[in-house]
T-cell receptor, first 116, second 112 residues
């Protein structure tokens, strides 16, 4: 158990719909990352938050947005869904690597999104 | 942009054979991390290498970080079925955001 909780584990929806994925980081971790992993593919970095503020953006589509709340949980919103958005979405958290920590990422079990 | 190339994409081995995956970065890295993702699972941190030329071992796994801090490798001796999965490297870039740049992963497949 990594200590990172993601909900829902599975989600099936239709094209054009909107969904929200939720992530609770490990206790004390200020940094949250979102990744997309399509079937048998690598990890595509979407976005990072640190203590409520956006820190870095990757290949995140304009239809996707995210935020980190004061209690440090994060949500990834996916709208106008397309078939190609079907993937496993991982959240990961870490303590601040600049504070001398290893900065290893602790991943949740992922949310599997299927768009029909 | 900054990239970390990881090869091979797949490696099929007989149980008991060795396995190696390589990562090459387009830029000097602050450090490099390795993760393993079992089939159906999530990535799990294995190790971090920080120093130029560093070599670390975990049982049958040997991790190396190149002298120029641009390349790294993971070698598994005498593979076992429990080693099956995808191995990712992720390099930390020396910039203000300290970002991780991920390799595409190498999938280790054990031939029956």
């Amino acid at each position: 158990d990594s200590g990172v909780t993601q909900t829902p584990k599975h989600l099936i929806t239709a094209t054009g719909q909107r969904v929200t994925l939720r992530c609770s980081p490990r206790s004390g971790d200020l940094s949250v990352y979102w990744y997309q992993q399509s079937l048998d593919q690598g990890l595509q970095f979407l976005i990072q938050y640190y203590n409520g503020e956006e820190r870095a953006k990757g290949n995140i589509l304009e239809r996707f947005s995210a935020q980190q709340f004061p209690d440090l949980h994060s949500e990834l919103n996916l709208s106008s869904l397309e078939l190609g958005d079907s993937a496993l979405y991982f959240c990961a958290s870490t303590s601040n690597p600049l504070a001398g920590n290893t900065g290893e990422l602790f991943f949740g079990e992922g949310s599997r999104l299927t768009v029909l | 942009g900054q990239q970390v190339m990881q090869i091979p994409q797949y490696q099929h081995v007989q149980e008991g054979e060795d396995f190696t995956t390589y990562c090459n970065s387009s830029t000097t890295l602050s450090n490099i991390q390795w993760y393993k993702q079992r089939p159906g699972g999530h990535p799990v941190f294995l190790i971090q290498l920080v120093k130029s030329g560093e070599v670390k071992k975990q049982k049958r796994l040997t991790f190396q970080f190149g002298e120029a801090k641009k390349n790294s490798s993971l070698h598994i001796t005498a593979t076992q079925t429990t080693d099956v999965g995808t191995y990712f490297c992720a390099g930390r870039v020396m910039d203000s955001n300290y970002q991780l740049i991920w390799g595409a992963g190498t999938k280790l497949i054990i031939k029956p």
